[in-house]
């Protein structure tokens, strides 16, 4: 299994662009999630999809965010417009079941706004 | 809300000896799954080791294992014969066992460096 995989692994981008993270889940998983990781706030569950649909966006932190789940095998998360705050790294995550299956995490995508 | 602290930013080891990394948690649930997560420089999250909370056998992965303590919401990590690819941050997480409800809390992590 080639695991979780997310592109671009580094973007830098100026204030104002927008920027469209991708994800690739594990097959077979049915939950996928968007975090995100800062120094100062650690990481953070942005969204979570269940059967591609989403179930839980209260950690996105505003109108800018949105994620999107068109099948099952590819998920985005979208900024627009970036803000020099929103450098992070942005991990996606699947997992076979809600509740404690574990969450298997793809290698990030660093974030760099300027 | 379930909350997760570990109250240690930072530790070190030297190689072939034995650390324990320290994690407690708040939640009202009685069901519930532990983690422990090692990120290292490559920033990759991966599983160390997974805890049922209904089980009351303590996990182990090789030369990872826990000490789970329901009643005092501990769950700590021992990495044995530490090796330097062990340097990495360590981060404890919960998650609830209700479907639907679903949400993996991490703890701001703990940063373990190995000295040969």
């Known amino acids: ?114 | 809300a379930q909350t997760v602290t570990q109250s240690q930013p930072e530790m070190s080891v030297q190689e072939a000896e034995t650390v324990t990394l320290s994690c407690t948690y708040d939640t009202s649930e009685n069901n519930y799954y532990l983690f422990w997560y090692k990120q290292p420089p490559s920033r990759q999250m991966i599983l160390v080791i997974r805890q049922e909370a209904y089980k009351q056998q303590n996990a182990t992965e090789n030369r990872f294992s826990v000490n789970f303590q329901k009643a005092a919401k501990s769950f700590s990590l021992k990495i044995s014969d530490s090796q330097l690819g062990d340097t990495a941050m360590y981060f404890c997480a919960f998650a609830d066992s209700g479907a639907g409800s679903y949400q993996l809390t991490f703890g701001k992590g703990t940063k373990l460096s190995v000295i040969p």
């Open chain 1, 1 to 114: 299994d080639a695991g979780v995989i997310q592109s671009p692994r580094h973007e830098v981008t100026e204030m104002g662009q927008e920027v469209t993270l991708r994800c690739k889940p594990i097959s077979g998983h049915d939950y996928l999630f968007w975090y995100r990781q800062t120094m100062m706030r650690g990481l953070e569950l942005l969204i979570y999809f269940n059967n591609n649909v989403p179930i839980d966006d209260s950690g996105m932190p505003e109108d800018r965010f949105s994620a999107k789940m068109p099948n099952a095998s590819f998920s985005t998360l979208k900024i627009q417009p970036s803000e020099p705050r929103d450098s992070a790294v942005y991990f996606c995550a699947s997992s076979g079941l809600a509740g404690g299956e574990t969450q298997y995490f793809g290698p990030g995508t660093r974030l760099l706004v300027l």
